[in-house]
């Protein structure tokens, strides 16, 4: 996940072969444009979504809806991966929603050593709770194709989001990070 655009940008061309000097070139840029909207020197303006869409298309990241989903406390499930799943893939997919699970439940046991969850644990257990949500989503659509049913045909509705919290003692809003 990424917290800032100019975060997403950064990954976006490093994810491209060429780098930013070849995200540049395929938007019609010269590398000073590019840089200058990015970090928004000499007046330019930032990059506008049409512009943000097409370096997430050329980078084959999703970077951006990632971004968006975040600032809405929202998480992201790749739906289109399940659609030709085999048992071997979704033993993969349970493996990892395992492995996650677990990597969520050794930050628990870590955070809570003192007593008391302050911003950085909170916001290390979110990530990690959502990395372990995705997994577990992708894993049942993923049992769902594999019995023939398909997620947009029988609309499965999924909603995951981020509110903020009412247990005592933690008085933070998770959207917020």
């Known amino acids: 996940m990424v917290a800032t655009l100019c975060e997403a940008v950064s990954q976006m061309c490093k994810a491209h072969p060429l780098s930013r000097h070849g995200m540049a070139a395929d938007l019609g840029m010269t590398i000073d444009q590019f840089n200058n909207r990015l970090h928004r020197k000499c007046n330019s303006l930032f990059f ?67 007593g008391v969850i302050d911003r950085v644990e909170l916001k290390t257990l979110s990530r990690l709770f959502q990395k372990k949500m995705r997994h577990q989503v992708h894993g049942f659509l993923g049992f769902l194709a594999l019995y023939g049913v398909g997620v947009t045909e029988h609309n499965v509705d999924l909603f995951m989001a981020n509110r903020k919290t009412d247990v005592p003692g933690v008085q933070l809003d998770i959207s917020e990070m």
């Open 48 to 114: 506008t979504v049409d512009d943000l869409m097409r370096m997430e298309d050329i980078s084959g990241t999703h970077l951006l809806a990632d971004y968006f989903a975040s600032r809405q406390g929202l998480t992201l499930v790749d739906i289109a991966s399940v659609s030709s799943v085999d048992k071997v893939d979704l033993y993969d997919i349970e493996m990892q929603s395992k492995a996650a699970a677990g990597e969520l439940a050794i930050a628990k046991v870590q955070a809570v050593a003192d």
